[in-house]
């Protein structure tokens, strides 16, 4: 299993960034994925989750309508469009992977995970 995440940057606030995790080595369609962001100091939090069971999406209160989770299965990707970021949103993310293929928001669901990419929403 292998999660590479992509697209991270420097953007100001307001802006707008998209991540992609492209996956390889297992089913897509067998697995959820899930974005999770830890900020300085801050523990890992969930961002957002999509299953490819069913489609269904979780969000974190914090970035509901502004945050957008989506899946290329051509490409054997999921995105996350991120807009209105503000600086709370600086972080490394992470995608990773739910072979129980349920999604939301608790790590602890996930087995498999990405290096991660750098955010960061200057003032």
């Known amino acids: 299993v292998q999660l590479v995440e992509s697209g991270g940057g420097l953007v100001q606030t307001g802006g707008s960034l998209r991540l992609s995790c492209a996956t390889s080595?297992?089913?897509?369609?067998?697995?959820?994925i899930g974005w999770f962001r830890q900020g300085p100091g801050k523990e890992r939090e969930g961002v957002c989750s999509?299953?490819?069971?069913?489609?269904?999406?979780y969000y974190a209160d914090s970035v509901k309508g502004r945050f957008t989770i989506s899946s290329d299965r051509a490409k054997n990707t999921v995105y996350l469009q991120m807009n209105s970021l503000k600086p709370e949103d600086t972080a490394i993310y992470y995608c990773?992977?739910?072979?129980?293929?349920?999604?939301?928001?608790?790590?602890?669901?996930?087995?498999?995970w990405g290096q991660g990419t750098q955010v960061t929403v200057s003032s």
């Open positions: 990773g992977a739910d072979p129980h293929n349920l999604g939301g928001l608790d790590s602890e669901a996930y087995y498999d």
């Open positions: 080595g297992f089913t897509f369609d067998n697995y959820a």
């Open positions: 999509i299953s490819h069971s069913d489609g269904s999406t």
